[in-house]
C-alpha cells in the first residue's frame, strides 16, 4: 500500500464497518475494547476492503462453486425426513495469532492427555470412583460406560488417538473448553473443505497471508494410523461408517478418498478367529486399524447394543483379544458425558498435580447438594439439563434449556430436587463474535471453534486451524448448523512464511499401495448395480422414445405395432399411460441410489450428472406431453444418460469397481436385447416390429449400410444378436462381460478357470456360434434366461 | 445339595440359515459359598466352525459360536452336575427402606456386584410410575428393605397370572405389568421395575429349578424350562438377596444360578445373529435331579 492510498483505504475500512457494532459485555475476535481493528486482522480488512462489492459477490460465489463442484453437503433433519442441504459457508474466515494458538494448543494437549488417563482408569483400575474423584452413580448409569470393555486394554497402549474439542472465548478474552469430542469426533473434513473454499475466495491473500496449511496435520495423522497397524509395510487402515443416511456421511466419503482408506459399513465387516476381515470381491482380506465414525453401542450387536443393524457381531471380541485398534476405542464416548466437565479440574490436580490450563465451562452436577443449591440458586443465569448427554451445551434439546425454558422458578425447584443426579447446571456462555458478512454488510455473530489433536509417537500434534461455527443471529444458542448457522474457516497466523505442505508423497517415503481387489463386495455389488440400473433406465428411454415417436406419426394409439410395442413396455415395468412413467424414475431413483452407496468411489462429476438426470425427469414428469414432445423429452434423457456413460468410460480409473460397473451394464444390456428381439422378432408380431428393432437398437444406418437387401428377421438378428462389432449386440456384450470377467480377482486359479469364467465362456462361444435362423423367440428366451443365471452366480462369487 | 442337570435347547429353521453367530449363556455359574459348578459340557450340534469361551462383566460364562455352513437345525446340550449350599437364615438385618438411599451414597465401586449397577433403568426395564405407584402402596413408613421386597413380591404372585401365550421374550415389564400376565421373565423384570422404582437395587437371575419337589410340597412352576427370578439388595450388612416371584419364595437350594445381569439382556441364554428368510421355532427341555438322594 502506497502512503498516499493510506487515508483513502482508513476510509473504505470504516465504511466496511459502518455496521459492525459487537454487543456490550461481548469480546469481538476483530474489535478491541476500544473498537481498534486488532492487528492479526490488519492485512485482511485492508484487502477486504480494497475489494469492490461486485468483486467480493464474485469472489464469494466461486468459493460456493468450489463447494458444489466438490459435491460438499450436510444432512439436515426435518420432523420426519432428512435431506441434503448445500454447505452453508461463511466466508469470511476467522482469525487467530499464531502466538495465541500455540498457548491453546499446549492447553488442549494437557486436556488430551488428562482424558486418556480418565477413560484408562475408567475402564482399568477403577480409582476416580474408588477415590470419591467422580461419583460411581455417574459412571455407573452412563449409557456410554461399556461395561464389555472393562478389563480391556487396548492394543495400542492408549483409548485415545483422535480427539476434538469445542472451544469458545469468554468475555474477558480467554478460551473455553465447552465440549469434549472423543467418541468419534467429525469435522475435520469439513475443516478441510472450508479452507479449499475460502482459499479461493481469497486467493491472493492467503497465498501471502503467512497461514498455517491443513496438509500436514492430515499426513501426520495418516502416518499415525499406519503406525497403528501391526504390519507397518502393508497398513490395514479403513474407515468405518455408519452409512450415507449419517449427518455427516460426505465427510466420512471425503476423507477415505483424501487419505486413501477404505470407507466401510459394519456389514462389510466379519470377524473370524478373532480377526476383523473386510469382504472384498477378492476374498476376506484382514483389517487392522478402524477409523470408527461410528457411536461405539452401535458397533456390536453381539455384545453391545442387540438392536443394532449397523455393527459387525463380534467385533468386541477382536479387540478383547487385541487383534484390532479402533480410533478411538470403543467407549470413549463416556468423555463426552457433560456432567464429568464438573469435576475435571479437580480430577487434573488429584492426577497430575496442575491445573487445567484452558478451563472447562463451568458445570454444577445435581447429585450433590451444595452444586444442587448454587444451581437452583442461579437458575436463571444456567443451561440446565441432562448429566449424562453427550451433546454440546449449544446443542439444546427439549430437555435443556437456558434458565430451565419456560419452567418457572418453583417448578425448576421441584425439577432439580426430584431429578437431581440426572442433571446439571452449565454456566449459559456467551460466545465471542466476529465477521460475518450478510447482505452486502459486515456484522459481529457468535462464534465457537472446533480444535483437533492427533496423537502421534511423540505425543499429540494440534490441527493448525479448525472448524468455526458461525451463529445465524446474535443468539449464541443459534451456532448449530441444524439449526441455520454456517461454517467457517479457520486461519493460524504467523509473523513469517509457513512451511507448506502437501499430501503427495515425500520421495524418501514408500508409499504402501492397496492391494487390487481391496474392493469391499458391498462396493462391488452397488457398482454392478449402478452398470444394470443406468443401462435399464437408458434401454426404457429409447423404448418409451420409440413409443411416441410412433403415437406421433400414427396419432392412433389404438394401431397395431403400438398396442404390440405397448406390451412389451408393460413387461418391463412401464405404463405406456404416463408421459415420464413411474418406472422409469424408480430406475433412475435406483441407480441414485447404489450411486449413494459408493460416493468414496465415484468422481463428483458423475454423482452430479446422475442428479441432475433425476432431476430433469422429475420435472419433465409435469410438463411432458404424449407424442412428439414426449418422443424429444426421451431424446434429452439420452443424451443426459450417455454423458454419464462417457464419464464413466472416459474418466474412470479401470479398477476393480469399474470392471463390475461396466459387468452390470453388459449384462443388462444383453438381456434386455435378448427380450426386445424375441418380442419383435416373433413370427406372429406385426408389420414393422423389426424396424421397430433396428430403431430401438440404435442400428438403423448400420442396417442400411451392411444389408442391401430389405429388412427381414435374419439381418435384424445377425445384427443386433450376432455381430462381434455392433456395441448393440448380444455377442459383443457378451465378449465385454467375457473380457472383464477375466481380470477379475480369481478369474483363474493356478491355470484353471473359475467356475465364472467357465460359465461366461460357454455362453459366449454359445452365442458366437449360432446361426441367425437358430436364434428363434424360445431360443433368446433361454439366452436371457442363462443370462439371469450368470448375474446371479456372478453375485454369489464376488458380491454375497 | 447336589444336583444332576440337564438341558436341550433346539431351534429349527423353515429355510436354512446361511451362518450365524451366537453368544451362550447357559452353563451353570460358580458362587462362592452359594454354588459350586462340579463340572458342565456345552456340546453344540452341528459343530460350529468357531468356538470361544468368555466371562462377561458380570461373572457370567459366555460361549460365542460361529457357524459358517448352511443349517437348519441348532442344538444345544448343557450336562452339568452343580452344587447348592444352603444359604443363612433369611434373618432380617436389612435398614429401613428410607435408609438404603443413604448407604447407596455411599457406596465407591463398580464392581460387578456394586448395587450401583442395579438402580436405573436398563434396556428392557423402565420403571414407570403405574409400577412405582403398585409398588408404594404394597409397603408402610419404617419397613424395612427386605420386607419391603417381599411385600412386593407376594403382591405380584397374588395379582399376576402365570400366562405363556400372553407376552414374548421381548415383552417389555411395563406392558407384561399392564396386561398383569406372563411367564417367569415378566415377574421377574416387573418386580426388577418396582423395586428400583423405590430405590432399592434389582437384579435379574437366570437358571434353573428341580424338577421334582421333594416329598409332599408342590411343583414349583417353571420347572421344564429355564428359570428367571430376582435379585435385590438389602442394605451393606444384608446385601443380596434372591426372590422368585413366580413360585412367591426366598430363593434357596431348588434354584441353581445361570447367570446374572441387570435385565433379561444381560443374561439372555442364546444371543444371535443369523441370516434367515423364514420363520424358525424352538423348543426346550430341562431336568434338574437331586444327586443320590433317592428322588
Not at chain 2, 448352511?70 to 429401613?96: K, N, T
Request: proline share 6%.
Amino acid at each position: 500500500m502506497r502512503p498516499r492510498d493510506g487515508l483513502a483505504a482508513q476510509d473504505a475500512i470504516a465504511r466496511l464497518l459502518a455496521d459492525y457494532h459487537p454487543l456490550p459485555g461481548v469480546a469481538d475476535e476483530l474489535l478491541d475494547q476500544t473498537g481498534r481493528i486488532r492487528p492479526v486482522w490488519e492485512r485482511f480488512m485492508a484487502h477486504l476492503a480494497a475489494l469492490p462489492p461486485e468483486e467480493l459477490s464474485a469472489r464469494f460465489a466461486r468459493g460456493d462453486q468450489y463447494l458444489r463442484d466438490a459435491g460438499v453437503f450436510f444432512r439436515q433433519y426435518g420432523d420426519d425426513n432428512s435431506s441434503e442441504r448445500a454447505w452453508p459457508l461463511s466466508h469470511i474466515p476467522v482469525l487467530i495469532d499464531e502466538a495465541e494458538w500455540n498457548t491453546v494448543a499446549e492447553g488442549l494437549i494437557q486436556r488430551a492427555d488428562l482424558l486418556e488417563a480418565v477413560v484408562a482408569d475408567l475402564y482399568g483400575p477403577n480409582r476416580l470412583v474408588g477415590t470419591g474423584q467422580l461419583p460411581a452413580t455417574l459412571v455407573g448409569r452412563s449409557p456410554e460406560w461399556l461395561r464389555p470393555l472393562v478389563g480391556v486394554p487396548p492394543r495400542s497402549g492408549h483409548h485415545l488417538h483422535f480427539l476434538a474439542f469445542e472451544l469458545g472465548r469468554g468475555p474477558d478474552g480467554t478460551w473455553w473448553v465447552l465440549g469434549d469430542r472423543a467418541q468419534a469426533p467429525s469435522g475435520a473434513g469439513f475443516a478441510l473443505e472450508n479452507r479449499m473454499a475460502t482459499a479461493r475466495v481469497f486467493a491472493e491473500l492467503y497465498a501471502e497471508a503467512n497461514a498455517h496449511r491443513l496438509a500436514g496435520f492430515f499426513r501426520t495423522f495418516r502416518d499415525a494410523l499406519h503406525g497403528l497397524c501391526e504390519d507397518h509395510r502393508e497398513p490395514r487402515v479403513a474407515i468405518l461408517t455408519p452409512g450415507p443416511l449419517n449427518d455427516t456421511y460426505f465427510e466420512h466419503a471425503y476423507i477415505a478418498r483424501y487419505l486413501g482408506f477404505m470407507l466401510l459399513e459394519g456389514e462389510d465387516l466379519t470377524v473370524e478367529k478373532g480377526h476383523v476381515m473386510v469382504r472384498t470381491v477378492g476374498g476376506l482380506m484382514p483389517i487392522d486399524v478402524l477409523w470408527r465414525r461410528l457411536d461405539a453401542a452401535f458397533a456390536d450387536p453381539l455384545e453391545l447394543n442387540s438392536g443394532s443393524r449397523i455393527g459387525t457381531p463380534g467385533l468386541v471380541g477382536a479387540v478383547r483379544r487385541g487383534n484390532v485398534s479402533l480410533v478411538n476405542a470403543l467407549g470413549s464416548g463416556i468423555l463426552e458425558t457433560r456432567a464429568l466437565l464438573a469435576f475435571l479440574p479437580r480430577i487434573s490436580m488429584a492426577l497430575r498435580g496442575e491445573p487445567l490450563r484452558i478451563p472447562n465451562i463451568a458445570t454444577w452436577w445435581c447429585g450433590q447438594p451444595v452444586e444442587r443449591a448454587h444451581v437452583r440458586a442461579n437458575a436463571a443465569r444456567m443451561m440446565i439439563g441432562s448429566a449424562l448427554s453427550t451433546r454440546l451445551p449449544f446443542d439444546l434439546d427439549s430437555a435443556t434449556g437456558i434458565g430451565g425454558q419456560g419452567r418457572g422458578p418453583e417448578e425448576i425447584d421441584a425439577w432439580i430436587e426430584s431429578e437431581g443426579p440426572a442433571l446439571v447446571g452449565q454456566e449459559a456462555v456467551t460466545l465471542s463474535t466476529t465477521p460475518a458478512h450478510v447482505d452486502g454488510r459486515l456484522v459481529p455473530r457468535p462464534m465457537s471453534l472446533r480444535a483437533f489433536l492427533v496423537r502421534t509417537a511423540r505425543g499429540w500434534e494440534v490441527m493448525p486451524g479448525g472448524f468455526a461455527r458461525i451463529g445465524r443471529t446474535p443468539d449464541p444458542t443459534a451456532i448449530a448448523m441444524q439449526r441455520g448457522g454456517s461454517a467457517a474457516d479457520v486461519w493460524i497466523l504467523g509473523p513469517g512464511p509457513t512451511q507448506s505442505v502437501t499430501m503427495l508423497p515425500e520421495p524418501s517415503v514408500a508409499q504402501p499401495r492397496l492391494k487390487q481387489g481391496a474392493l469391499p463386495s458391498r462396493a462391488g455389488d452397488n457398482l454392478f448395480w449402478l452398470g444394470r440400473y443406468i443401462e435399464r433406465a437408458e434401454g426404457m428411454m429409447r423404448l418409451l422414445r420409440a413409443h411416441h415417436i410412433r403415437l406421433a406419426e400414427t396419432g392412433d394409439p389404438d394401431a397395431p405395432l403400438l398396442t404390440y410395442l405397448d406390451r412389451h413396455l408393460g413387461d418391463v415395468g412401464l405404463d405406456p399411460g404416463q408421459e415420464i412413467p413411474d418406472g422409469l424414475r424408480a430406475t433412475l431413483s435406483a441407480a441414485t441410489s447404489s450411486a449413494g452407496q459408493v460416493r468414496d468411489r465415484f468422481s463428483t462429476d458423475g454423482w452430479m450428472a446422475l442428479n441432475d438426470l433425476s432431476r430433469t425427469a422429475r420435472r419433465m414428469a409435469g410438463t411432458a406431453r404424449a407424442g412428439d414432445d414426449c418422443a424429444r423429452a426421451m431424446g434429452v434423457l439420452l443424451r443426459k444418460i450417455t454423458g454419464f456413460s462417457g464419464l464413466v468410460h472416459e474418466n474412470m480409473y479401470r479398477f476393480t469397481g469399474w470392471r463390475f460397473l461396466v459387468i452390470g451394464r453388459a449384462m443388462e444390456r444383453s438381456m434386455e436385447m435378448a427380450g426386445l428381439l424375441a418380442w419383435l422378432g416373433a413370427p406372429d408380431a406385426p408389420d414393422g416390429a423389426l424396424d421397430l428393432a433396428i430403431e430401438i437398437g440404435d442400428s438403423v444406418m448400420t442396417h442400411r449400410r451392411r444389408y442391401a437387401a430389405a429388412t427381414t428377421r435374419e439381418t435384424v438378428i445377425d445384427l443386433l444378436a450376432l455381430d462381434g462389432m455392433n456395441p448393440r449386440a448380444i455377442l459383443y456384450q457378451m465378449g465385454e462381460v467375457r473380457n472383464q470377467v477375466a481380470l477379475l480377482p480369481g478369474a483363474d486359479v493356478n491355470g484353471q478357470l473359475s467356475r465364472l469364467s467357465r460359465e461366461v465362456m460357454r455362453l459366449h462361444t454359445d452365442v458366437a456360434t449360432q446361426l441367425p435362423e437358430g436364434l428363434d423367440t424360445d431360443a433368446l428366451l433361454d439366452l436371457r434366461d442363462r443370462l439371469f443365471d450368470l448375474s446371479g452366480l456372478l453375485s454369489e462369487t464376488y458380491l454375497g | 445339595m447336589l444336583y444332576d442337570v440337564g438341558m436341550r435347547i433346539t431351534y429349527s429353521y423353515d429355510r436354512p440359515a446361511a451362518g450365524g453367530r451366537h453368544l451362550l449363556r447357559l452353563l451353570p455359574a460358580d458362587l462362592p459359598g452359594q454354588q459350586r459348578l462340579v463340572s458342565g459340557l456345552l456340546s453344540v450340534s452341528p459343530a460350529p466352525a468357531e468356538r470361544s469361551e468368555m466371562v462377561d462383566f458380570f461373572g457370567n460364562y459366555g460361549t460365542e459360536i460361529i457357524f459358517r455352513d448352511l443349517h437348519d437345525e441348532i442344538e444345544f446340550r448343557v450336562d452339568a452336575r452343580v452344587e447348592r449350599f444352603a444359604e443363612p437364615s433369611g434373618l432380617d438385618i436389612s435398614p429401613p427402606l428410607s435408609g438404603l438411599a443413604a448407604e447407596i451414597a455411599e457406596y465407591r465401586s463398580l464392581d460387578p456386584d456394586s448395587p450401583l449397577h442395579f438402580l436405573w433403568s436398563s434396556a428392557r426395564v423402565q420403571p414407570t410410575p403405574e409400577m412405582t405407584d403398585y409398588a408404594r402402596a404394597h409397603v408402610f413408613d419404617g419397613i424395612t428393605a427386605f420386607s419391603a421386597v417381599l411385600a412386593i413380591g407376594r403382591a405380584l404372585f397374588r395379582d399376576m397370572e402365570f400366562d405363556a401365550e400372553a407376552t414374548t421374550v421381548e415383552t417389555l415389564a411395563k406392558e407384561a405389568f399392564a396386561r398383569r400376565r406372563g411367564v417367569c421373565q415378566d415377574f421377574a423384570q416387573i418386580m426388577i421395575a418396582m423395586l428400583r422404582g423405590i430405590g432399592v437395587p434389582a437384579g435379574y437371575v437366570s437358571g434353573f429349578l428341580r424338577t421334582n419337589p421333594p416329598p409332599g410340597q408342590p411343583r414349583l412352576e417353571g420347572a421344564d424350562a429355564m428359570h428367571a427370578w430376582v435379585r435385590a439388595w438389602c442394605g451393606r450388612d444384608m446385601g443380596w438377596i434372591e426372590f422368585d416371584p413366580t413360585n412367591d419364595l426366598v430363593v434357596s437350594l431348588d434354584h441353581i444360578v445361570i447367570a446374572r445381569g441387570r435385565d433379561y439382556g444381560d443374561v439372555s441364554p442364546v444371543r444371535g445373529i443369523l441370516r434367515i428368510a423364514g420363520d424358525q421355532t424352538s423348543e426346550q427341555a430341562v431336568d434338574v435331579i437331586p444327586v443320590g438322594a433317592g428322588y
